[in-house]
T-cell receptor, first 113, second 110 residues
């Protein structure tokens, strides 16, 4: 099955700096890579996703890059704000009839004001 | 439009008891799934369903049963609760894109 590794497990940045979280996956058939943000006691919520036919995607301060050859993808958050503090999860999925997500172990991001 | 609704939010069980976690979605999604979330381990897939009448095992299915009699509902049954099943459980549904999660059930087995 798919195995997703995520680094780092914790990350502290000063407000306004950038944050980068990296993930690798093992199954070359995976074709959908979402990122979820989870605040304390809340449900995971999608912040951005990318499909395997695209190398990069941006949404305001958030961007995701995908390298299919190396089987890794990264989340970039620029101009970080205190409200970005949360746990971030990457996931990989081979979308057929089933959309089974395989998650990384999470990164706890702390933005220091 | 409520999205994905899970009940209960909190539950304490004694070892050996059984219970059902309820999950309902109103988005007409064919795909539904259950995950458990444990500290330092991310979310792991327990069972999933690609449509009414069809279910299959995920990464960690032991000790859990599911059924899918309607598109809307996907209950998760713990047959004989064990302390190792103490966790936060999330139900999710999706079509071909974003997975929508329920608010979670925090289960403690003592």
């Amino acid at each position: 099955g798919e195995n997703v590794e995520q680094h780092p497990s914790t990350l502290s940045v000063q407000e306004g700096d950038s944050a980068v979280i990296k993930c690798t996956y093992s199954d070359s058939a995976s074709n959908y890579f979402p990122w979820y943000k989870q605040e304390l006691g809340k449900r995971p919520q999608l912040i951005i996703d990318i499909r395997s036919n695209v190398g990069e995607k941006k949404d305001q301060r958030i961007a995701v890059t995908l390298n299919k050859t190396a089987k890794h993808f990264s989340l970039h958050i620029t101009e970080t704000q205190p409200e970005d503090s949360a746990v971030y999860f990457c996931a990989a999925c081979y979308q057929t009839g089933a959309n089974n997500l395989f998650f990384g172990t999470g990164t706890r991001l702390t933005v220091i004001p | 439009n409520a999205g994905v609704t899970q009940t209960p939010k909190f539950q304490v069980l004694k070892t050996g008891q059984s219970m059902t976690l309820q999950c309902a979605q109103d988005m007409n999604h064919e795909y539904m799934s259950w995950y458990r979330q444990d500290p330092g381990m991310g979310l792991r897939l327990i069972h999933y369903s690609v449509g009414a009448g069809i279910t299959d095992q995920g990464e960690v299915p032991n000790g859990y049963n599911v059924s899918r009699s309607t598109t809307e509902d996907f209950p998760l049954r713990l047959l004989s609760a064990a302390p190792s099943q103490t966790s936060v459980y999330f139900c999710a549904s999706s079509d071909h894109g974003e997975a929508f999660f329920g608010q979670g059930t925090r289960l403690t087995v003592v």
